[in-house]
């Protein structure tokens, strides 16, 4: 527990728009209410030259960036690095992305969850021959395999049959496009605390209406498309979205807790919808890093309470290491130092509780 008085630093380092969206007055505000001041790091100085951080919050990539924030842990080691970016790197593969998914393990008798069908295609050639999607169903959902934040990586079509496939550049996803009665369902995770909110998405299609689509749309084509009809109360009235049922907040929590240890995340968001076909069926389409969380209902008090936890971990950490260090320097020097694996270091210098770890920009509102 912090000592009375005691107030702590969080430097961030985000681009410009999300500064813009994340540091609202509002959770500055709050934040400094609990000892807590959240400064702007200044990305045109060298990291270790500034502060003091208790903890430093970033959403930047680049070898240079990974290469500071090395500098800065192993000059101060008990600062917390909110994420490891080789955690983080995980999700700029849509492939290495989803996979976590299929490794949990979570209790559950009456509901399912997995991801929907998917392939990669690296080339091409590859993207003409027919037995390379042909275990897809169509329409599908076409993605850049590499997910990094940047415009070109959110250029995502709906694709109705082979002819759409033509004006596709691969290395790109291609993800079945599942019925899920027009309703995606957005999980922010924030440490301990799980969030789960509705949102309307594409509507299903109908194996009728699939017959008259042809070629593919891009998702602002089919933005474009149904902005008339969304923006009238009808619309809206129609889709029922104060009816739509939540998941069971239990088994959506397992799942995000479960994500969260597996890859070693403080701050992400994941996209689930539920399958019309099989009722109690969720699939996890989407995950991201440090999403927009000011969408997120409360997110000030999320978020301030998020830094407290981390903050005050830290002190206990630095202060359990403290006892442990006295208490061996009076057993004697005669003690052999425990074996240390070759990954120790970074474990320590990004405040990993895990050693070895396993190698997102604007969210997609229309995603599946």
Known sequence: MAEPGRRFAIGYALL????????????????????????????????????????????????????????????????????????????????????????????????TFGIPKQIVIYDSETLGEAQAWEPLKFPVIAKPLVADGSAKSHKMSLVFNQDGLKKLKPPIVLQEFVNHGGVIFKVYVVGEYVKCVKRKSLPDVSEEKLKSLEGSLSFSQVSNITTRERNDDKYYKMMHLEDKEMPPQSFITDIARGLRRAMKLNLFNFDVIRDIRIGNRYLVIDINYFPGYAKMPSYETVLSDFFWDIVNQKETDALVTNLKNDGESEAGSDRRPSPKNSCDKDSRKYGSDDCCLDGEGEEITISS
Request: charged share 30%; proline share 6%.
């Open 16 to 111: 410009p728009k999300k500064r813009e969206s994340f540091i609202q007055e509002s959770l500055v505000s709050l934040a400094q209410e609990r000892g807590i001041d959240l400064v702007q790091i200044d990305t045109d100085k060298p990291l270790v030259e500034q502060g003091p951080f208790d903890c430093v919050l970033h959403k930047l990539y680049g070898e240079d960036w990974k290469k500071q924030l090395q500098e800065f842990s192993l000059r101060n080691p008990n600062a917390r690095i909110v994420d490891p970016p080789a955690a983080i790197e995980r999700l700029h593969n849509r492939i290495s992305m989803l996979q976590v998914v299929s490794e949990l393990k979570v209790e559950s008798h009456e509901d």
